[in-house]
């Protein structure tokens, strides 16, 4: 026993000192920060990738303009995207201002918050991302049981880019998921300091 408050431990069991956890603390930090920066800007570039996706194509005499508004799932897509984008920036300028008074998380409420949001975001993300895929792949295919047709074959463009905002909604998606293990790490840990400083005065 030591009574000297200097942690004495077997050759078996690591010690973790208080300096390696504020080096752990300063890279969660920052990784947190550039998820959320990642997540903002290609949260954007997906939403105005998708919504400002137009092809006009002439059938028969017929002008017939496809939107990203004739698909429910590309509406929810870029709707969930505009939403990351936007909760995204307010992590971020929170993060920033955290790293420039150089305080970690500060309580446990604020902590719920965080990793309830980065849930949210996390299954709204994928979902409308899952969503997105099964049209697309109607689009592309068709589905010769329901008479679908190949809407791609006629639209393109159109589906080129909309393939190209669905592949950027999925790294988005991806980062939130990541990025909602990164809260809830940080959520447990707080947890933990807070039942080791009720349980230190026994």
């Known amino acids: 026993m030591n009574y000297l408050g200097v942690g004495i431990s077997p050759g078996?069991?690591?010690v973790y000192h208080g300096t390696n956890l504020k080096v752990i603390d300063r890279r969660v930090r920052v990784a947190e920060l550039v998820l959320r920066c990642l997540i903002c800007g290609l949260s954007v570039l997906a939403a105005v990738l998708i919504g400002t996706d137009a092809q006009v194509k002439e059938i028969f005499t017929i002008r017939k303009k496809a939107r990203f508004t004739d698909m429910r799932a590309l509406v929810f897509l870029v709707v969930t995207n505009g939403v990351a984008a936007a909760y995204s920036f307010i992590q971020?300028?929170?993060c920033v201002v955290g790293m420039v008074r150089g305080s970690v998380l500060v309580n446990k409420p604020l902590a719920c918050v965080i990793f309830t949001g980065d849930q949210a975001m996390a299954y709204l993300n994928v979902a409308a991302v899952g969503a997105a895929a099964q049209s697309a792949v109607f689009a592309k295919l068709g589905q010769t049981e329901l008479q679908?047709?190949?809407?791609?074959?006629?639209?393109g463009k159109f589906c080129n880019q909309v393939g190209e905002g669905t592949a950027i909604a999925v790294l988005v998606s991806v980062c939130t998921v990541v990025l909602s293990c990164i809260?809830?790490?940080s959520l447990f840990r707080l947890c933990g300091k807070n039942k080791g400083k009720g349980s230190s005065g026994w």
């Open 92 to 94: 971020v300028v929170r």
């Open 12 to 14: 078996n069991v690591p």
């Open 148 to 155: 679908w047709m190949k809407i791609c074959n006629m639209y």
């Open 183 to 185: 809260s809830a790490f």
